[in-house]
């Protein structure tokens, strides 16, 4: 009987620890306090299966020649469930902090807006394509924003007739950025930067002008490391899907960090992209500390 139970124990023990470890890696760098309830209690079962399988291991093979084998397997099992733990979650913190400030700082998306320019008035829908990343959002995001845009680019708002000129999120957990290329700018040169690099990114005075309000004060705290994400790196974190598809979509996000005198990276290139019939544009922007 033996011969058979003892295996079994074993691929529990295994399949425990296995599973717990996948469960810390998957809420990497959230803090203990943040989980739900259903996550302690998937925490608390699989120890408990740990726990009863070990305890059971040791005690059938408690009189065997290779009793130390198996204490010896249990003990690496059990750093390896520390080391997920320990490694895996913030666990200094305070359990009042909000979860949304427990994200990572250095992979934020701040204020995000969304601009739509159809050649005629027009019913259009928009959808992000990762919306649990949302922090939040106005309107409210809900299943999507529909909206009857106008060629101007004011907006109404179909769920609750809300007059508008663009939409409005936040998001958490956005990816690693690529910084083997950018801008390192001089905090007097900052505006005049953003003027000649916007306008090449395809944006108009309006989009400019609030963008730069937005950001400026931000980047004059000191010198400043800045590179425009791509396309291929924007589309990853946060897909936007329009309907009915515009002909031109401009998505110009911002990353940047604070960096000493003397500091320097390789150029970043960047193109035009069309700006013609209707048109739809983001701005966006990333703080890396």
């Known amino acids: 009987m033996k011969k058979i139970v003892l295996p079994i124990l074993y691929v529990i023990a295994s399949l425990s620890a296995i599973s717990f470890a996948f469960f810390c890696h998957i809420h990497s760098a959230e803090c203990i306090y943040s989980l739900n309830l259903t996550d302690v209690l998937l925490m608390c079962f ?97 299943d999507g924003w529909d909206v009857l845009a106008e060629p101007n680019g004011d907006l109404i708002d179909n769920k609750d007739g809300l007059k508008l000129y663009s939409l409005y999120w936040e998001g958490k957990d956005f990816p690693n950025i690529n910084e083997d290329c950018g801008f390192v700018v001089d905090k007097q040169d900052l505006a005049q930067f953003l003027e000649e690099k916007l306008t090449i990114l395809g944006l108009n005075y309006k989009e400019r ?70 048109v739809a544009v983001e701005w966006g922007g990333v703080e890396l500390k």
């Open 46 to 142: 699989l120890i408990l299966c740990f726990i009863a399988s070990a305890f059971f291991i040791i005690k059938l093979t408690w009189r065997k020649p290779r009793r130390l084998i198996h204490k010896i397997v249990i003990c690496i099992m059990i750093l390896a469930i520390l080391e997920a733990f320990i490694s895996n979650f913030e666990i200094i913190a305070q359990p009042t902090t909000p979860i949304i400030n427990k994200q990572i700082d250095d992979f934020v998306a701040e204020k995000p807006i969304i601009y739509l320019y159809p050649k005629v008035e027009t019913e259009v829908s928009v959808k992000l394509g990762n919306p649990e990343n949302i922090t939040c959002s106005y309107p409210e995001y809900g």
């Open 209 to 278: 002008e609030e963008f730069i309000v937005y950001w400026l004060p931000k980047l004059q705290e000191n010198e400043t490391n800045i590179k425009f994400l791509t396309s291929d790196e924007i589309n990853a974190y946060m897909p936007l899907d329009i309907e009915p598809k515009p002909d031109s979509v401009i998505r110009v996000y911002m990353a940047y960090k604070g960096v000493d005198e003397g500091f320097s990276v390789r150029e970043e290139e960047l193109e035009s992209p069309l700006r013609d019939g209707f």
